[in-house]
T-cell receptor
Framework: DVKVTQSSRYLVKRTGEKVFLECVQDMDHENMFWYRQDPGLGLRLIYFSYDVKMKEKGDIPEGYSVSREKKERFSLILESASTNQTSMYLCASSFDRAGYGYTFGSGTRLTVV | AQSVTQLGSHVSVSEGALVLLRCNYS??????LFWYVQYPNQGLQLLLK??????LVKGINGFEAEFKKSETSFHLTKPSAHMSDAAEYFCAVSDRPLGTYKYIFGTGTRLKVLA
């Protein structure tokens, strides 16, 4: 089975801290994605990457950046965490093939205090 | 632009009753459609998908969905609800400009199963 592993299930950080969320997949998927999930808003795309060192902004990139130095790893960075970034963060990956579907990680619940 | 609408943010059914979760989409190109399920404190798991071919697709855990182009719908059904079906369900449509397989998700429907 494809596995997408997110390094932390729960994180608590202080306002202004730099936060790194790590995601690793083990099936050689080309595409990787970061979403945030908030009640009533569903999943909103932050950033995605379809190749190493490539990144594209999603719908809500403000306050975030990403890094993809290796194919299997896609990191989400909160440069200066704020309370409105308290959320569930979901990483996903997929083959670059139409209709394949995403495989999701278990999520990281981030609380910024 | 593609979009997805899930009617009803909360749905309650009795155990053994029919489950019907509604999803409508808009798309200017033939869509790929997906249903995902999320159990508490977990990521999303693929239930089923429509790409091409047969419009009635079967997924895991007894769920199925029918693609109806004329109604732009992809509703999820299960004949008999089980307590373990209590979860949040998300419909998604593909957005495939220039080969980047980005999906648009609905806002989710939380299913409650009553004993």
């Amino acid at each position: 089975d494809v596995k997408v592993t997110q390094s932390s299930r729960y994180l608590v950080k202080r306002t202004g801290e730099k936060v790194f969320l790590e995601c690793v997949q083990d099936m050689d998927h080309e595409n990787m994605f970061w979403y945030r999930q908030d009640p009533g808003l569903g999943l909103r795309l932050i950033y995605f990457s379809y190749d190493v060192k490539m990144k594209e902004k999603g719908d809500i990139p403000e306050g975030y950046s990403v890094s993809r130095e290796k194919k299997e790893r896609f990191s989400l960075i909160l440069e200066s965490a704020s309370t409105n970034q308290t959320s569930m963060y979901l990483c996903a990956s997929s083959f670059d093939r139409a209709g394949y579907g995403y495989t999701f990680g278990s999520g990281t619940r981030l609380t910024v205090v | 632009a593609q979009s997805v609408t899930q009617l009803g943010s909360h749905v309650s059914v009795s155990e053994g009753a029919l489950v019907l979760l509604r999803c409508n989409y808009s798309s200017s190109v033939p869509p790929y459609l997906f249903w995902y399920v999320q159990y508490p404190n977990q990521g999303l798991q693929l239930l089923l998908k429509y790409t091409t071919g047969a419009t009635l697709v079967k997924g895991i855990n007894g769920f199925e969905a029918e693609f109806k182009k004329s109604e732009t719908s992809f509703h999820l059904t299960k004949p008999s609800a089980h307590m373990s079906d209590a979860a949040e369900y998300f419909c998604a449509v593909s957005d495939r400009p220039l080969g980047t397989y980005k999906y648009i998700f609905g806002t989710g429907t939380r299913l409650k199963v009553l004993a």
